[in-house]
C-alpha cells in the first residue's frame, strides 16, 4: 500500500499513489480504512464479497464517490474493507469487487463523517497516479 498523511489543521488529509488509478484508488481506499479503524495494522478477515459500481462526472467525483461508498457500506450494512479483489476504471465508471467482514467484529470507533472535495486531486505525474483526499471528522 502507498499512501501518506499529510498535515490539515482540523480534518484528516492523505495522499495515494500507483502506477494506475486503479491502484491509487485502491490504496486511498486502504487509507480511508486506516482512518476510519484508527489501526494501520488491522487485520479484517475476508468472509463476504460485495460489487461495487459508482459513477462520476471526472476522475476526482469518481474517487469521491468510491471513498464515499466505504463510508455508507460501514454506516448501512455493518461491512469493512479487508481488499480490493478487481477495480476497473473506464468512461468515468468503476467497478470493484471488495472483499470484507462485518464490522461488529472489530473494535474501532469511526470518526469519518464525510469525504470532501477540499484540496482534491487525482493526476497522472510520469509514470504514476497520485490522488489526494481531506476527510471531515
Do not use: W
Amino acid at each position: 500500500m502507498t499512501y501518506k498523511f499529510l498535515e490539515h489543521t482540523a480534518d484528516v488529509k492523505f495522499r495515494a499513489e500507483g502506477k494506475t488509478i486503479e491502484r491509487a484508488f485502491e490504496n486511498a481506499a486502504f487509507a480511508l480504512r486506516e482512518v476510519m479503524t484508527k489501526n494501520p495494522k488491522i487485520k479484517i478477515k475476508g468472509k463476504t464479497k460485495k460489487k461495487v459500481k459508482v459513477k462520476g462526472k471526472d476522475n476526482e467525483a469518481l474517487l469521491y464517490n468510491f471513498l464515499e461508498e466505504f463510508l455508507f457500506l460501514l454506516d448501512a450494512k455493518n461491512f469493512l474493507l479487508a481488499k480490493i479483489n478487481k477495480i476497473k476504471i473506464k468512461d468515468n465508471k468503476l467497478e470493484a469487487e471488495i472483499v470484507g467482514d462485518k464490522a461488529s467484529n472489530y473494535k474501532f470507533s469511526n470518526d469519518v463523517k464525510a469525504v470532501t472535495y477540499n484540496e482534491m486531486y487525482v493526476k497522472k505525474e510520469k509514470n504514476k497516479y497520485i490522488v489526494q483526499v481531506v476527510l471531515d471528522v
